[in-house]
């Protein structure tokens, strides 16, 4: 990459100078069609020339709502090419959760494949169909738009959760991106060739996957909706379009080595996993498979850009953990006690974060961004801040740092950040929920998981109702899997509730009508399902994944029928969730109707 750190320019001027140095090249691979650079650079003028005639200037927040494809690159790079500052919004978002963020960002515009998505005002927010505009854009008189943008000025903001019941806007700035971009840039050899982006646009990982690829001439793959979790189609498609990079979760990628073949994933050079802890068990397994591909642990919040630490996996910790690493470059890691004092190495505190990318701080919200991104007590420069993670760690006598874990209420779940007062929340707006708590547990195969304790104000509450109920508001990653019903809260002495109390939940069992096996394969399926799940009775028509299973689980599963002789695959699992339809398919694969990416020179 050729820019300085302190660059004035800003990033849609940093896409412009990858296009015109490499304008044939390949930019983005998506099932909805390939662009090249010029290609790219070309129809996201066009986009920006209208958004501009509709009045997008500096500091106005454009939404996007599309689903993974290359006019989702598009529009993100219209907005920012207009001075705009774009707010990816998930389509699959429940109504009023899209509602609410389109609401709270003030999003003047709002770019979806969709007419009008339900629970949006058209009379608010202005809706682009953009299905029904490349015509008339095309068609358009060109121009080069003058965004009269800066490098203070924003780039994006994303939505996190909010402890007090909804989520809260992020915002971050053109300087805070490019010098997370660059300072990812100058550390990895060499820069992404093929990156296969796996994270939702609506999450800030894929800001590290699409700038670090785009700003270096790298070719940015899209998989279509449905992929992101599902082990074969990954494996399959990193082997048939030679993807040379990777981001994704621990757990993700341990479960991409495990049912994998090994030529599949030869391509890799740089994998790196972020968002959860790293057990050290990952770096045996990544050897195993690719004994000649880079592996890096990355550490970092929304707040900052994406990334902050990073640490090159290669070799076996003490630990039952693999280090967050050092502090990249131009960040600043602080691990402080109580009293804001430096703590010694092996002394746990709470990471604060330093440095020039860190966010603006929360949109319309002073109070929070006041009590999170606090005066420097370290620097000499005015109006330096620290922004308080709320994560817990120490340094290690080798200068890394240790992940030990959250100092309040917010957990991380599957890289899905979630506070657990937005959950609450949520579940008190059920007229028949009189109280409740959320709290996080292991289950019988040591995963994560939410688990809800719910005061009725009748007996007629259950598990279905509050889930389905939950599904209105919250997307699913933030739906507790098991509810427990109590006739009231343990409270501590001061008048607060004693989660140490909470009694432990028992198995998830079904609420549907049981249905028994049929047949020797039903059989063994439902034996295979109860062992996982830890379920004590499986019916045939239950469904996979509203009994709390996942694809990790499902991997798991898929692994046992095979060795049962049943023959089946993810996808089975995904599109047939119940042992009725996956017993009745007898093994065999239909042709699915999915999308899927048209892999140049695949073999």
Known sequence: ???????????????????????????????????????????????????????????????????????????????????????????????????????????????THRAVPEGVDPELTKIIPLENLWTTIAAAPKYTPDSKSCVSNLAYVIYTSGSTGNPKGVMVSHKSVIHSTLARASYYSPSPGRFLLLSSFSFDSSVAGIFWTLLNGGELWLPPEGTQQNIERISELIRRGRMSHLLLLPSLYKSLLLHAAKNQLTSLQTVIVAGEPCAVDLLAAHRSHLPKTALFNEYGPTEA???????????????????????????????????????????????????????????????????????????????????????????????SIDFLGRADEQVKIRGHRIELGEVESALREHPEVQDDVVVVRKDHNNHLQLVAYVV????????????????????????????????????????????????????????????????????????????????????????????????????????????????????????????????????????????????????
């Open 1 to 111: 990459m050729v820019p300085e750190l302190n660059t004035p320019l800003c990033l849609q001027h940093l896409f412009e100078q990858q296009a015109e140095r490499t304008p044939h090249a390949r930019a983005v691979v998506a099932h909805d069609g390939q662009l090249s650079y010029e290609e790219l650079h070309r129809r996201s003028t066009e986009l920006a020339c209208y958004l501009q005639s509709l009045g997008i200037r500096a500091e106005m927040r454009v939404g996007i709502a599309v689903s993974r494809s290359a006019a989702m690159i598009i529009a993100m790079l219209a907005v920012l090419k207009a001075g705009g500052a774009y707010v990816p919004i998930d389509p699959s978002y429940p109504p009023r959760r899209f509602r609410y963020l389109a609401r709270d960002s003030e999003v003047r515009v709002l770019l």
């Open 305 to 399: 850009a994406v990334w902050c630490t990073v640490h090159r996996v290669d070799a076996v910790s003490r630990s039952r953990v693999i280090p967050i690493g050092r502090p990249i470059s131009t960040t600043e890691i602080h691990i402080l006690d109580e009293h804001m004092s430096l703590s010694e190495p092996g002394e746990i505190g709470e990471i604060y974060i330093g440095g020039p990318q860190l966010a603006r701080g929360y949109l319309d919200r002073p109070d929070l961004t006041a009590q999170k991104f606090l005066p420097h007590p370290f620097a000499g420069t005015p109006g330096a801040r620290l922004y308080r993670t709320g994560d817990l760690a120490r340094y290690n006598a080798d200068g």
């Open 456 to 603: 009725p104000r009748t007996r007629k509450l259950d598990n279905d109702s509050l889930r389905q109920f939950l599904t209105q508001i919250l997307p699913a990653y933030m739906i507790p899997r098991v509810y427990v019903i109590v006739d009231s809260l343990p409270l501590n002495a001061n008048g607060k509730v004693d989660r140490q109390a909470l009694p432990a939940p028992g198995p998830v069992d079904s609420q549907n009508l049981y249905v028994s096996p049929r047949n020797t394969t039903e059989e063994r399926l439902t034996q295979i399902w109860e062992e996982l799940l830890g379920i004590s009775r499986v019916g045939i028509d239950d469904n996979f994944f509203d009994l709390g299973g996942d694809s990790i689980l499902g991997l798991q599963m898929v692994g046992r029928a095979n060795q049962a002789g049943i023959r089946l695959n993810l996808t089975d699992v995904i599109e047939r969730p119940t042992i009725a339809k996956l017993a009745s398919a007898g093994g065999m694969r239909e042709p699915t109707t999915k999308p899927t990416l048209s892999v140049p020179g695949s073999q």
